[in-house]
């Protein structure tokens, strides 16, 4: 039987046996594929019942990004401002001081975030940048914040240094499937991310794994990263969809705008096959109307990056996501 066939009764139970048994549902690229390829209202009704089942249905995790070393870095990401082959106009800026970080982090809560996000620009940490980085984490959490951090792969033990210091998650993305990877990153392979994932779960630090989507890749590469992304076990607390910021100067700057109903078709699919999951709608949101948006509400998606700036890009001021939230009538988490 294919999950097209599947009604949405005999689905509800497919995730009740594995909730009893505790294994993940695993599913094939072709299951999620025929999940992609359905009607799309059959799809986002699916999409929201399940969503509906795990999570209160109108609230948003609000998390909020700050870059504390920027630009400079040796890896050859196509998507990214921030590689040091690229001539994109990021400016490097050395490591933030904690205090700067702590600054930000106040002000982020004021706001109403109730995660701090800490993104590097390095292919992994040094030692030395594990010392400091431990360091704001602790101040972070000092705060009374969730603490997440992104600075690429990690050695052995570096993820348990992290954990002791309070880190609450770690993300770092698979970005696409196996098979479109090597088109968009040479430096670094997919086994590499797998290997960083596995010791972030081992250290006992919530894993945030995700994607980017809109990079010139098929629906069936979509379908493989969300497999890759639901047949970890157990599959990622958190799940960043990333849409593509096309960013002048990088080898991506120029690909072809994928439709914005994709883009809600994937978040839907993140949905369905990791219900647990907090799904979140990632970058891109400065280039996507209000209506796309709530359509990825609609389809699962309740978690944003809030505040102005992503790592480098813009995303929508702080005030414009309020009043996007309150016009539709959802709350912070
Ligand atoms: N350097 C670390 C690494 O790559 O693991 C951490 C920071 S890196 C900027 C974090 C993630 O941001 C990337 O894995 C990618 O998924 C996302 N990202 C970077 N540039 C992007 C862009 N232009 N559009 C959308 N997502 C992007
Ligand atoms: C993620 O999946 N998206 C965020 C966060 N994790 C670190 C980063 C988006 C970066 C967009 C490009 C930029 O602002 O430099
Ligand atoms: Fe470096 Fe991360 Fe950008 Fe890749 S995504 S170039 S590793 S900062």
């Given at each position: 039987?294919?999950?097209?066939?599947?009604t949405a009764q005999q689905h509800s139970e497919a995730i009740n046996r594995s909730k009893?048994?505790?294994?993940?549902?695993?599913?094939?690229?072709?299951?999620?594929?025929?999940?992609?390829?359905?009607?799309?209202?059959?799809?986002?009704?699916?999409?929201?019942?399940?969503?509906?089942?795990?999570?209160?249905?109108?609230?948003?995790?609000?998390?909020?990004?700050?870059?504390?070393?920027?630009?400079?870095?040796?890896?050859?990401?196509?998507?990214?401002?921030?590689?040091?082959?690229?001539?994109?106009?990021?400016?490097?800026?050395?490591?933030?001081?904690?205090?700067?970080?702590?600054?930000?982090?106040?002000?982020?809560?004021?706001?109403?975030?109730?995660?701090?996000?800490?993104?590097?620009?390095?292919?992994?940490?040094?030692?030395?940048?594990?010392?400091?980085?431990?360091?704001?984490?602790?101040?972070?959490?000092?705060?009374?914040?969730?603490?997440?951090?992104?600075?690429?792969?990690?050695?052995?033990?570096?993820?348990?240094?992290?954990?002791?210091?309070?880190?609450?998650?770690?993300?770092?993305?698979?970005?696409?499937?196996?098979?479109?990877?090597?088109?968009?990153?040479?430096?670094?392979?997919?086994?590499?991310?797998?290997?960083?994932l596995e010791q972030v779960r081992e250290a006992g630090i919530n894993v945030c794994c995700?994607?980017?989507?809109?990079?010139?890749?098929?629906?069936?590469?979509?379908?493989?990263?969300?497999?890759?992304?639901?047949?970890?076990?157990?599959?990622?607390?958190?799940?960043?969809?990333?849409?593509?910021?096309?960013?002048?100067?990088?080898?991506?700057?120029?690909?072809?705008?994928?439709?914005?109903?994709?883009?809600?078709?994937?978040?839907?699919?993140?949905?369905?096959?990791?219900?647990?999951?907090?799904?979140?709608?990632?970058?891109?949101?400065?280039?996507?109307?209000?209506?796309?948006?709530?359509?990825?509400?609609?389809?699962?998606?309740?978690?944003?990056?809030?505040?102005?700036?992503?790592?480098?890009?813009?995303?929508?001021?702080?005030?414009?996501?309020?009043?996007?939230?309150?016009?539709?009538?959802?709350?912070?988490?």
């Open positions: 039987m294919t999950l097209n066939s599947l009893k048994t505790c294994h993940s549902l695993t599913w094939s690229v072709t299951d999620i594929k025929a999940l992609l390829d359905m009607p799309f209202n059959d799809l986002i009704f699916r999409a929201q019942s399940v969503h509906r089942e795990y999570h209160d249905a109108n609230g948003v995790q609000l998390s909020t990004l700050i870059s504390v070393k920027t630009g400079g870095c040796p890896e050859d990401c196509g998507y990214c401002p921030q590689a040091a082959r690229y001539h994109t106009g990021v400016e490097n800026q050395a490591m933030l001081s904690t205090d700067d970080v702590v600054t930000a982090a106040t002000a982020a809560k004021e706001k109403g975030a109730s995660r701090f996000c800490m993104g590097a620009a390095w292919r992994g940490p040094k030692q030395r940048d594990i010392e400091k980085m431990t360091e704001m984490v602790r101040a972070v959490k000092a705060l009374g914040m969730e603490t997440c951090a992104t600075l690429g792969m990690l050695k052995p033990g570096q993820a348990q240094q992290l954990r002791e210091a309070g880190l609450d998650y770690y993300n770092h993305n698979l970005d696409t499937a196996p098979e479109f990877y090597e088109e968009i990153i040479t430096t670094r392979q997919y086994e590499d991310r797998l290997d960083t995700g994607g980017i989507v809109g990079m010139g890749e098929t629906r069936q590469a979509r379908a493989g990263l969300i497999a890759q992304l639901a047949n970890l076990n157990p599959y990622p607390e958190s799940v960043p969809i990333n849409h593509l910021v096309q960013v002048k100067g990088t080898p991506l700057y120029g690909t072809d705008v994928l439709d914005p109903l994709e883009f809600v078709r994937t978040i839907a699919a993140a949905r369905i096959t990791m219900p647990k999951a907090m799904v979140r709608l990632s970058a891109g949101r400065r280039e996507m109307s209000d209506a796309v948006q709530a359509l990825c509400f609609l389809a699962g998606a309740n978690s944003i990056f809030y505040g102005d700036k992503l790592l480098t890009t813009a995303n929508p001021e702080a005030d414009y996501d309020q009043a996007l939230l309150s016009k539709l009538g959802l709350h912070a988490l």
